[in-house]
């Protein structure tokens, strides 16, 4: 059993399309097991995505994430990690396949409606980074 973190981008959320990124994983086995509302300022998107701090996009993400609310999703399920990457889909909706998060929602590479941890080493920094032990229910 894994426990990941998943993200509804400012995208996403203003979209109107929540539902249907909890529901798309619900409907894979997957298992909300902590889950709330939050608008990050610039700082809290770059210690999010620190590792990313050497890349050209890094200004513009951040700026992007700290665009509007977000919701942050702790999910729980067997091998959780990969399965919500695969039902994400890719970083870019161009190369997404059919039926995935991203190819039937996202706009381009970088406003791509979901975020989703890529290892356990990742999942444990990024829901430490959003939840306490009492937040989550799994
Ligand atoms: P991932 O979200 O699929 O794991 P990462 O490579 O970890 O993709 O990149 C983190 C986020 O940075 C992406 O989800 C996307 O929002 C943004 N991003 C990635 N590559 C680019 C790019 O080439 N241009 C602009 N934004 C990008
Ligand atoms: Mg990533």
Known sequence: METTLSIVKPDGTSKNVIGEVIGRFEKNGIKVVGLRMIHMSIS????????????????????????????????QGEGAIAKVRGIMGATNPDEAEEGTIRKDFADNIEHNIVH?????????YELNYFFNSLQIFG
């Open 116 to 124: 989703g941890s890529d290892s356990q080493e990742s999942a444990d």
């Open 44 to 75: 809290q998107a770059e210690g999010f995505y620190y590792v990313h701090r050497e890349r050209p996009f890094f200004g513009s993400l951040t700026e992007f994430m700290s665009s509007g609310p977000c919701v942050v999703m702790a999910l």
